[in-house]
């Protein structure tokens, strides 16, 4: 019979399963913004599940866990390091190597292909676990280290605190599970609950983020159906949004999003929504984004911005990722940064 702690434990390992689970679901389907770092994010988020999910059963069953799924569990974890680098990579806008990619999946790989004869007693407990958590150690070092290479790049323009809560999640996954095996410092247990719950800010910074992920669709229209808000009315909203863009040029933060916006503005986010598709016949993403691409323009005529990069421009302009300011800025000029420099 378990105990309560036992009970209690297995809970929040289950919650936090869950919630990578739903983020990986989410990122899966988001079609807004990068939609490439979205899948990796999805990836990474589906093997960290596993990688709790397989840390919880064992708090049950112990050395009696099915093998194949201890080792499952096992190639989940191996596998989060490079997909927590190449996540970055890809937000950043680094040129992608897939074959690259493939081979320092290749530990994993392998660990899956041998999961039905791995066992503690002739792989995990003489070396192998401990092989595998110094691996993961040295790419959250490489990831915080990309990371730092960014925001030194041009400081305060890098989106930092999606990309801080993501390493400090992983992270914190990371040292437990080494503090727990290797330091000897916490029972097992706690690896996977601290977690679980470190999970949580990664989860509502997401939805946070993302709003769309958690509203239903076709529940603005509805909503629309029921207001009577004016031309004037809609003219005067659309007005205080234009007038604080170009004043405070709130675009420029990265983090900005229709919630922010509306706050500043003092308009309920449905009714800011209404103004840009009814009355402005645009939508929140494409108007920030046609600002920040003509700050940028702006930028790259700036004879003393010559010596900045492209990237470091993309994040003065208030862009928190190169593939996806590449995107907007050749959909509203027609050619890419680097030809628009070129040609000034």
Excluded at 219 to 240: C, G, K
């Amino acid at each position: 019979m378990i105990t309560y702690a036992e009970f209690w434990t297995f809970s929040i390992c289950l919650l936090g399963a869950v919630q990578c689970f739903l983020l990986s679901s989410y990122f899966l389907v988001l079609k807004k913004g990068n939609y490439r770092a979205h899948r990796i994010f999805a990836v990474l988020m589906l093997l960290i599940g596993l990688r709790l999910l397989k840390s919880g059963h064992y708090l049950f069953i112990g050395e009696e866990m099915p093998r194949w799924w201890m080792n499952v569990g096992f190639a989940a974890h191996l596998a989060v390091g490079p997909t927590v680098l190449l996540y970055l990579k890809t937000y950043f806008g680094h040129k992608i190597r897939p074959k690259r990619y493939l081979l320092e999946l290749f530990p994993a790989g392998l660990l899956l292909l041998s999961a039905p004869w791995l066992d503690t007693a002739n792989f995990w407990y003489v070396g192998g676990y401990s092989l595998l958590l110094c691996y993961t150690l040295i790419y959250q070092a490489l990831s915080i280290r990309l990371w730092w290479l960014e925001k030194a790049k041009e400081p305060g323009k890098v989106s930092s605190r999606w990309i801080s809560s993501i390493l400090f999640g992983t992270g914190i996954f990371f040292l437990a599970y080494f503090a727990n095996y290797i330091l000897r410092v916490i029972p097992y247990e706690a690896a996977p609950v601290l977690y679980s719950m470190a999970v949580l800010p990664i989860s509502l910074y997401a939805w946070r983020s993302y709003p769309e992920l958690v509203r239903s669709p076709g529940r603005d229209p509805a909503r629309y159906e029921n207001l009577n808000l004016d031309d004037q009315q809609m003219a005067d909203i659309r007005d205080r949004i234009l007038k604080l863009l170009e004043n405070e040029t709130l675009y420029l933060d990265p983090d900005l999003d229709l919630g922010k916006l509306a706050a500043s503005a003092s308009v309920p986010s449905h009714l800011l929504s209404m103004t840009f598709n009814r009355y402005m016949g645009t939508n929140f993403p494409r108007l920030i984004n046609g600002y920040r691409v003509q700050e940028a323009c702006r930028l790259l005529h700036d004879p003393d911005k010559a010596h900045y990069t492209i990237a470091a421009i993309a994040f003065e302009a208030g862009f928190n990722s190169l593939s996806v300011f590449n995107q907007h800025f050749k959909k509203e000029t027609g050619v890419t940064p680097s030809v628009y420099r070129k040609d000034r």
